[in-house]
Each structure stands twice: as C-alpha cells, then as structure tokens.
C-alpha cells in the first residue's frame, strides 16, 4: 500500500476532501497537523501532531526525529505548509518543488523581484521597510497603488490607495493584519505596487517535470477594483479568446521555469488589460477553499485525487467534461458574530445549483478581507454555458440570509 504525508493545517476547509480521495485510491496517510504544541501533549497527541508549519526549518526537525516508514510523496494541504512539504521532499528524496522556488513565490516582494529580472510584464513596485515612516509613495510610482503584506493569501491584507491619506491609513492597517498573522512581520515589511486595472482570471493546473497541464482557466465576473478585494465568483470554462487563454497558460510556465517550479499543482492569479497578461502571483498549491469541488465533474474525480494521483506516480484521467461550472465563495458582509443562516432550501432549489454547504459554525467570530481569511461557505453550480451557471450563483445567493450580531469594527478598534 502507498503512503503518503499531508499536512493537515487544524482550520483548513480542505482536510476531509484530502483525506476522502486517499480513502479512495486506498493510500495509507500520514497525518501531520499544526496543533498548539502545549495543548497537543495533554491530549495525548504524537509529536508530529503539532509541528510548526510557519517555521519550515524547526519543523522539519521535529518530523525527522517522528516519521517512522518512508512516504511515498508529500502534500501540503493548503498555503501554510507548502515551504515544509518542500523541504521534507528534499530531504526524503522525493519528487517535488525546490523550497528556494516554493519561498520565492509565496512571498509577494521575491516573486515580483523574479519577474523583474526575468522580463515578465509586472507593475512597478517597492519595498516599504516595518520601520519606515509613511511618507510619500517612492518614484516612479503614482496613485492608486495596493499596499499587500508579504506572505498572506486570500485578500488578507491587501489595501488599495487612491489618496496619500488613503495611502498612510492602508500602510498603518496591512501593518496590523501582517503582524497579527505572520510571526516575521517585523523583518518582512510590505510591498507597494501600482494597481493593474482590468479584468482577474485564475489558472489551476499540475506540473509533472516542468511541463504545465492546464486543468482549468477561472473567470471572476465580479470587477475586483477595491480597495478591498474579496474575491466571490469562480465561472469555468474562461470566456477568454483563446488565444488570451494560450498567452495566459505560456506567462504561468514561463513564471513557473523563472521559479524553479517543476512538480505538483500550481495555481495562478492574474490580470488581463489591453496591454497583456500580468501575472499577480503563482503558488505550489491547489485552488483554496472548497473551491476544488467545482472542478470534480470536468475532471472526472476530485482535484484532491487527481493532485494524489500524480504525487504517487498513479494513472491521470484525461478531461471528462465540457460542462460549465462555478462556485460563490459566499462574501462576509460586515465583521460581527456569525449565528446563522436562512433560506438555504429556496437557495438549495435553484436550477443550476448542485450544493451549498455553510461552513462559518455559530458562534464564530468572522470579519471580510483586509481583516479576514474565510468565508460564510460556498455555493456550487453546473450549467451548459458559463452565463448560465453565474446566473444560478447570484440567484441561490439572493435567497440567502445572514444573521451576524456586531461588532465593533476592527479598523475603530485600532484607531
């Protein structure tokens, strides 16, 4: 039987469709979460239980002296464990991406260095130190720009700025955001970068020895112009001209050759404008969220399964379906306490709607970006045409209500 490793961060929405495709193909799994180190022992849990997934290097200590057999590949899960899962590749000889290549492009600043130097098209940008005072946006820059924290996915601190005072109000906000949530904020600082007009696209696809298979090409209908940019709508197949979609596939593996990428799933982030393709960022991950489920009709099994199966060197499908398909990753309409939602059997009931699945618990403190991570839950859809799926998407979605009790804004909190 073939073993594989996961990381399985604790609040991750992707641990049981992970864990169901390795129950499928009949794979032993070695799980290996991000526990709090001091709780995990009083719960009787093993060492490798709660292992440090945001310190790659103190982490992969720690399993050395854990793992007991050898596995036969390694995924992380999700965003906070693909810098371990590197190095455990490396240092258990396993196929997989170089960690130099996975840092590079998790961090904003060194992927945008990366396309700099390698002539990709990337908008001006700089580097503003913890330390440095706001004072006025480094040249050439000129308004809007988006100030971004370094190494945070999901919108999560990023801020666009029209003004100087929009400016220093979103440099003093990412700053909190950054350093609440990533432990070196004070050595990394933010990078400013000039805003890209135009309409976003997502690529979901897997390398196998630095050749780029395209899964999907994802339109997000909804203009994402700020300044916050929650993202709602993934619509596949991309309405794109097909030549756009080749020149966005080829600037994908140019970016990922650039990198060192060369094995495992990949997705990709990126602007279309009359000037071109401009990537916004690429990572050694699968799309987050539930968002994966959309795809499972296309391709004949769960990207879970099919992202195990190439790990494990097992046969791959080729596309299934044609079919359109979408999801709503249901938008957070203001920070408060979650305690329910109605409506879900009229959502439930919309043509075009294959699931709903709610997925903030009562209770639960929730936020939308720049502040938070997550969303309400997730809607899918499947129609003949991509219209007709983002129609269904918007509709299910109207009949959806929201009961959250608030509370003070967290911007008023730091005031």
Request: hydrophobic share 45%; glycine share 8%.
């Amino acid at each position: 039987m073939k073993r594989v490793l996961l990381l399985l961060p604790v609040a991750s929405y992707r641990n049981e469709d992970f864990l169901a495709a390795a129950m499928r193909l009949d794979v032993e799994v070695i799980s290996v979460a991000n526990h709090c180190h001091q709780l995990a022992p009083e719960w009787g849990m093993s060492p490798i239980q709660s292992v440090p997934f945001d310190q790659p290097v103190r982490a992969l200590k720690q399993l050395q002296s854990a793992l007991g057999r050898r596995p036969d590949a390694v995924l992380a899960v999700d965003d906070s464990g693909v810098e371990l899962a590197a190095l455990l590749c490396e240092y258990l000889y396993l196929p997989g991406n170089p960690p130099e290549a996975v840092r590079q492009t998790r961090d904003k600043l060194a992927f945008r260095n990366l396309q700099r130097r390698g002539g990709l098209r990337c908008p001006e940008f700089f580097h503003l130190l913890g330390y440095e005072p706001v004072l006025a946006l480094a040249p050439p820059l000129r308004f809007p720009v988006v100030v971004k924290a370094r190494r945070l996915s999901a919108s999560r601190g990023v801020v666009r700025a029209d003004t100087a005072q929009a400016y220093a109000q979103a440099v003093h906000w990412v700053r909190g955001i950054q350093a609440s949530a990533d432990r070196d904020a004070a050595d990394l600082g933010l990078i400013v970068e000039r805003f890209i007009p135009g309409s976003e696209h997502t690529l979901e696809g897997l390398l196998q020895d630095g050749q780029l298979r395209v899964l999907a090409l994802i339109d997000k209908p909804d203009p994402l112009d700020g300044p916050y940019f929650e993202e709602t709508l993934y619509i596949t197949p991309s309405r794109l001209p097909a030549q756009t979609q080749d020149e966005i596939a080829q600037a994908v593996l140019r970016a990922c050759a650039l990198a060192g990428l060369d094995n495992g799933p990949v997705h990709a982030e990126m602007r279309v404008n009359a000037q071109g393709v401009w990537l916004l960022e690429i990572a050694a991950r699968s799309i987050g969220g539930l968002c994966g489920r959309m795809l499972q009709h296309a391709l004949g099994m769960s990207l879970e399964e099919l992202i195990l199966r190439q790990a494990l060197r097992l046969p791959l499908p080729g596309a299934n379906s044609r079919e359109a398909s979408g999801v709503m990753m249901i938008p957070i309409p203001r920070q408060g306490m979650f305690l329910g939602a109605r409506g879900l059997e009229r959502a439930q009931a919309v043509a075009g709607i294959s699931g709903i699945q709610i997925t903030a618990n009562p209770g639960q403190l929730i936020a939308p970006p720049p502040d938070g991570a997550s969303y309400l839950g997730f809607i899918f859809a499947r129609g003949a045409a991509p219209v007709a799926v983002e129609a269904s998407l918007r509709e299910a979605h109207a009949k959806l209500e929201f009961d959250i009790q608030a509370a003070q804004p967290l911007s008023a909190a730091r005031a």
